[in-house]
Structures are given as C-alpha cells and as structure tokens.
C-alpha cells in the first residue's frame, strides 16, 4: 500500500502541475525569467537548467524539453567550434549548447523579439558564460543569416562555417533558413549538424525542409537512428 499511496501522490503532483500550466496558459518570458533569476545559483550551469525545468513543471514554457537528451548527444559528437541557433527565446537551449562547446567554442543566437532576446542573454551570463563565447543577434533569422559571413570571417580559426545549426525559431522559416545558409556558404564543409526542433509529434511542418534535405543525399546524410536527416549531419528532434 506505501507503493501504491507513491504512486497515487505521484499521478496528484503531475495533475497539479499540468492543471497549473493550463491555468496560467501563455508563455511569459518576463516571467520565465524573473523564475529563472531569482531562483538559480548564478554562475552554476546545472542550476540554471534545472531552474528552468522547475519552472517548466508548473508553468507553460517554450524551452526545448530536458527530455531531449538526444540535444546533447548531438552537440558531444559534432563538437562544434561554431554554433548558430535560431530561436534563442530566454536563453535555455543557448545554455544547454555552451556547456558542451570545446574551450575555443562560440554560439551565435538569433532572437527576433527584442526582450526576449535582453533576457536571454541576462541569463546566458548568470549561468557563467563570457561575451566572448557568445553574441546574440537581434533580428529575424531572415535578416540575420545574410550578414553572418563578416561575423565567421572575424572569428579566427573557426572562419570555415558553423559546426551545428539549431533551428527552434519558426517552422515555417526552416527551408528559407537553409537555403539562405547555404548560399551564403555559412555551413562548415568539413561537416554541420543541422538540429530541426518540430513540437508538432507529426512533425508535418517539417515536411518541406525534410524533402530539401532528401533530394539531396550527395551533400546530406541521413541519421536514422534519430529518425531524421543529416547534412554532412542534420537531424530532427520532437519535444
Ligand atoms: C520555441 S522558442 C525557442 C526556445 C529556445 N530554443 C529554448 O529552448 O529555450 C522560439 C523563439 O524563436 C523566436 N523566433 C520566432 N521566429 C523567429 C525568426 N524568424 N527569427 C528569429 N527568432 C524567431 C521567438 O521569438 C521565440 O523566442
């Protein structure tokens, strides 16, 4: 009967929380942040992240799930020396990036709403991390993709072309994005890992930038163990 009472308090506690999360209903990133600031050990990488879990127990949030643990098998493999993610939102992926990056390791982020964008990087530092491993762009990822070439030619010895891309912005803008991208010879030839967060489980909306990336198995690999495509690396993640 201990068990059984566990379990029901269990079921109780996870009611609650999505009770809670259907109460509140939108996503607030002031909110989201201040939660995060308050709370967190600052300077401490695992505190933040947890925070941001703790958080996203009882309220609606938009940070990529800590369920994906695939995120960060990815990242270990491709080592990276120059990341780019679109969509930054309050910082929780662009955290969960950098504590993976070798020592000489850069993230570029791009957020297109300007106070997502402040309080995002605000917590980007409280977690530790230095202006000199991370920018962020603010700006749609229309408009930033095509000026990042000066961005990558000013970046010594990581000038060859982003490492990994993590797209967690708009679905609708996955294939312009890459398009652009690879127009703009942004993509590392030695080898890019392309990351496509779908929260749709169908992951129709992908259905367009799957197509781009299957019709073209002599520049993209596909990894099927994480059901999905790669470049020279690229794979599609559902929260
Ligand atoms: C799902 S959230 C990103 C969550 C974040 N990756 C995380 O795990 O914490 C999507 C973010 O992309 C931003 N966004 C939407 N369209 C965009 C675009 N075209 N360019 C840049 N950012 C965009 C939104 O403002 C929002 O903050």
């Known amino acids: 009967s201990g068990r059984y009472r566990v379990k029901v308090a269990a ?9 809670l999360r259907l109460v509140r209903g939108k996503v607030c990133v002031r909110s989201t942040h201040a939660y995060v600031f308050t709370n967190c050990t600052h300077g401490r990488v695992d505190s933040v992240l947890e925070t941001f879990d703790l958080y996203a127990e009882t309220h609606p949030s938009l940070c990529i799930s800590s369920r994906i643990g695939k995120l960060d ?14 969509g930054m939102h309050c910082g929780y992926s662009s955290v969960r990036l950098l504590r993976l990056l070798p020592p000489h390791g850069r993230l570029l982020t791009v957020e297109v709403d300007p106070l997502a964008a402040e309080l995002g990087e605000e917590i980007i530092l409280v977690a530790g991390f230095k202006h000199s491993q991370f920018q962020v762009v603010t700006s749609s990822s229309a408009e930033a993709i095509p000026t ?14 982003f490492g990994l891309v993590l797209m967690d912005h ?11 991208l690879e127009r703009e010879e942004l993509l590392s030839p030695s080898g890019c890992s392309l990351l496509l967060i779908s929260r749709n489980r169908r992951a129709e909306e992908l259905r367009d930038v799957l197509q781009h990336i299957r019709a073209r198995p002599d520049r993209y690999c596909i990894k099927s163990d994480f059901q999905c495509m790669m470049e020279r690396c690229g794979c599609a993640l559902s929260d």
């Open 11 to 19: 079921l109780c506690h996870r009611a609650l929380a999505w009770a």
């Open 73 to 86: 098998e990815v990242v270990m493999r491709a080592a990276p020396s120059l990341v780019l993610e679109l």
């Open 148 to 161: 990042l070439r000066p961005v990558l030619e000013a970046d010594k010895g990581t000038g060859e072309g």
């Open 170 to 180: 708009d679905p609708q803008q996955y294939l312009p994005d890459l398009l652009a």
